[in-house]
Structures are given as structure tokens and as C-alpha cells.
């Protein structure tokens, strides 16, 4: 079985530097500057798929422009390592241990990705990763398709976790089970929408739930 997680705000704690950074591209393009709501709401997808809905209106060339001043504001708020969330090496080290093989499916980069994991000293350490600029944006599934394309494994033996109900649509439009964390981007009832198998307010607790891990076979 592998267990597919999403990056933002589900391993990592994230979540209120690509708010800030989001803000300060805004400005810094001249650009209305998004509330922090209406950018939790797009965490999760590609940046091409995210600038028409939080700039409604906007040219090509400024979406385009607010991309790049994007991602040179979260480097320049970035304090060093990524913080992941209490719990989440820890999880990751059982699963691994318990056989289980770990991806991850995120609307970050490719550099992006990289450079965290970088500076995690976690090259290498998932079995496969997809990022938004090599497939289509969440919550079409091609980057799950990918990863189990890759990985040889079906739907049914697979777990998507993650924050955002584009992680939990995605899973579902596959037919793959899925669990949902409440401590990200979007509330229970939004998670719960997409009938995931489990809602987890930390995770550590995927090890409390024989049950959803055994949803899927191994193999």
C-alpha cells in the first residue's frame, strides 16, 4: 500500500507563510490584496490554476507576474528548514517501517518540493513525489494516476491524506480512500463532503486507525 500525502498544510506547516507571501506579491504587483481566507481557500492547487480565482480579472501577464513575485516572496520570508506539523517524521518513520511505501502530491513547484526536502535532509526519502508544474492541478487526479502508475499499485491500494478538499476530491474521483486533517486549509464540513474514510486532528492518530489503513490492501 502507499500512502499519499499532500505537503502544505498536512506534513508541513506552511500554511501561514504562502498566506504572507501571497499578500506581499499582491502588493508588490499592484495588484488588491487578497484576504487571508481567500488564500487558504486556493492552497492546494497549481499557482496557474490559483491567480484567475484570487485575481479575478486579471491579464495573463499579471497573473504571470504575480507567479514570480510569489514565489520570490516565500523565499524571502522562508526562516530556513520547513517546519513540519507535531507528529508528521514520526508517522511517516512507522509507516515505513510497517511496510507501507510514502508519496506525496502537492500543488508546490518542483523547486519548491525539492528544496524543502532539501533542507529537511529528506532527499530521497518518499517513494515518489508529483508537483503541479509536471501534471495537471489538483483535483483532477492525473498526479495520483501518476504515482500509482508509478509505484504499480490500484486505487484501492492506496490512502490519500490531506488538508484540502482538492486532495479529498481528487482521491475520490479515482475511487481511492482517503482521509482528511483538520488542522490545514479547509473545515471538517467541506473535508466531509468527499466521504472520507476518517477525519484526524493530528497525525500521529493514522496509527490509531487499523481500520482505514486496512481499507486498501498491501501489495
Keep these: 500500500m502507499v500512502v499519499i500525502f499532500d505537503w502544505d498544510g498536512t506534513l508541513c506547516d506552511s500554511v501561514e507563510q504562502i498566506v504572507q507571501a501571497m499578500q506581499a506579491a499582491a502588493q508588490a504587483c ?29 491579464s495573463a501577464a499579471q497573473q504571470e507576474a ?18 513540519l506539523h507535531e507528529g508528521a517524521l514520526e508517522t511517516l518513520d512507522w ?4 511496510g507501507f511505501e510514502v508519496a506525496v502530491a502537492t500543488g508546490k513547484s518542483r523547486r519548491g518540493l ?24 489538483k483535483p483532477h487526479p492525473l498526479m495520483l494516476e501518476e504515482i500509482l502508475l508509478e509505484r504499480g499499485k490500484a486505487a484501492h491500494s492506496a490512502l490519500m491524506v ?3 478538499e482538492y486532495d479529498l476530491e ?27 474514510l476518517a477525519l484526524i486532528d493530528r497525525l500521529a492518530a493514522l496509527r490509531e486507525l487499523p481500520h482505514v489503513l486496512s481499507q486498501a490492501s498491501i501489495g
Excluded at 31 to 39: I, K, N, Q, S, T
Excluded at 68 to 77: E, G, I, N
Excluded at 95 to 98: G, Q
Design 114 to 137: 525539492d528544496r524543502v526536502l532539501q533542507g529537511l535532509g529528506l532527499e530521497g526519502y518518499f517513494h515518489s513525489t508529483r508537483c503541479a508544474d509536471e501534471t495537471r492541478s
Design 95 to 98: 509507516l515505513r517501517a510497517s
Design 170 to 196: 481528487m482521491a475520490r474521483r479515482l475511487g481511492m480512500p482517503s482521509v482528511g486533517v483538520t488542522f490545514g486549509v479547509h473545515s471538517r464540513e467541506q473535508l466531509l463532503r468527499h466521504r472520507p
Design 162 to 164: 490531506g488538508d484540502s
Design 30 to 58: 499592484d495588484l488588491p490584496v487578497p484576504e487571508a481566507d481567500a488564500v487558504r481557500h486556493i492552497i492546494g492547487l497549481s499557482l496557474v490554476t490559483a491567480m484567475p480565482l484570487l485575481f479575478p480579472g486579471s
Design 66 to 83: 504575480m507567479q514570480a513575485a510569489y514565489a520570490r516572496c516565500y523565499r524571502a520570508l522562508d526562516p530556513g528548514p520547513a517546519t
